[in-house]
């Protein structure tokens, strides 16, 4: 029972103020530092909160890093998806390969140097399912489903006719940016060309084999 001048944490405008506070607080924690030297204890500190509070939004240190950056994700995918728009608009008829690169660059480009995003990574791919974990799922599947768009749309700039189902080849290049973002994760902003060359070679290669395929 909240006493004197405490607020009542069930009211849903405090739970949504509490829940700011603690995202705010492990957000600024995980940009500082490694995600082995974040503890809970340290975000409910920074938050102004109880341990015990911190678990009523996310049970795990794991859920918390998810939580922090499905939002960095999904507004570095949002960007990407702007700069393919932007790419159709100069050249409506930019190759396959162009159209992947302007849609994941972004994504690749502001995860450089940040060891965390390793860490987001292999929570996404392995970790138990859960609130956050399904959330970054659904953004990934996202991002990936406008990767099969931009294949189909290359075929039928090519062959004039129905596309085959590009879910294997989109899987196939989700796969290969989940591997650049690990490296990404671990290399300087001076390393965003190699990083970038890399993929877009790994990318073409999707492109052209799903391209030659039999109508």
Same mark, same amino acid.
């Given at each position: 029972?909240?006493?004197?001048?405490?607020?009542?944490?069930?009211?849903?405008?405090?739970?949504?103020?509490?829940?700011?506070?603690?995202?705010?607080?492990?957000?600024?924690?995980?940009?500082?530092?490694?995600?082995?030297e974040?503890?809970?204890h340290?975000?409910?500190?920074?938050?102004?909160?109880?341990?015990?509070?911190?678990f009523?939004?996310?049970?795990?240190?794991?859920?918390?890093?998810l939580?922090?950056?499905?939002?960095a994700?999904r507004?570095?995918?949002?960007?990407?998806?702007?700069?393919?728009?932007?790419?159709?608009?100069?050249? !409506? /008829?930019?190759?396959? @390969?162009?159209q992947? +690169?302007? &849609? #994941?660059?972004?994504?690749?480009?502001?995860?450089? $140097?940040?060891?965390?995003?390793?860490?987001?990574?292999?929570?996404v791919l392995?970790?138990?399912?859960?609130r956050?974990?399904?959330?970054?799922?659904?953004?990934?599947?996202?991002?990936?489903?406008?990767?099969?768009?931009a294949?189909?749309?290359?075929?039928?700039?090519?062959?004039?006719?129905?596309?085959?189902?590009?879910e294997?080849? !989109? /899987?196939?290049v989700? @796969?290969?940016?989940? +591997?650049? &973002? #690990?490296?990404?994760?671990?290399?300087?902003?001076? $390393?965003?060309?190699?990083v970038?060359?890399?993929?877009?070679?790994?990318?073409?290669?999707?492109?052209?084999?799903?391209?030659?395929?039999?109508?």
């Open positions: 029972m909240s006493g004197p001048g405490r607020p009542n944490s069930n009211r849903p405008h405090v739970r949504a103020e509490i829940e700011v506070r603690i995202f705010d607080a492990a957000r600024e924690l995980f940009r500082a530092l490694p995600y082995d974040v503890t809970t340290s975000i409910a500190r920074h938050a102004a909160v109880a341990s015990g509070t911190v009523r939004y996310a049970s795990t240190k794991p859920e918390l890093l939580m922090v950056y499905n939002a994700f507004e570095r995918v949002a960007h990407g998806l702007d700069a393919l728009a932007e790419a159709r608009g100069d050249d !409506a /008829r930019s190759d396959a @390969t162009a992947i +690169m302007a &849609l #994941v660059s972004p994504v690749v480009a502001e995860s450089l $140097g940040d060891e965390n995003v390793a860490t987001y990574q292999r929570e392995f970790g138990p399912a859960d956050y974990r399904g959330e970054a799922l659904e953004i990934v599947a996202g991002l990936r489903g406008a990767i099969a768009a294949l189909a749309d290359a075929w039928r700039e090519r062959h004039g006719s129905s596309p085959p189902d590009p294997i080849a !989109a /899987r196939t989700s @796969t290969s940016l989940h +591997m650049t &973002l #690990v490296r990404a994760a671990h290399r300087s902003t001076g $390393g965003a060309a190699e970038l060359t890399d993929l877009a070679a790994q990318v073409e290669l999707v492109t052209r084999g799903y391209l030659a395929a039999r109508p």
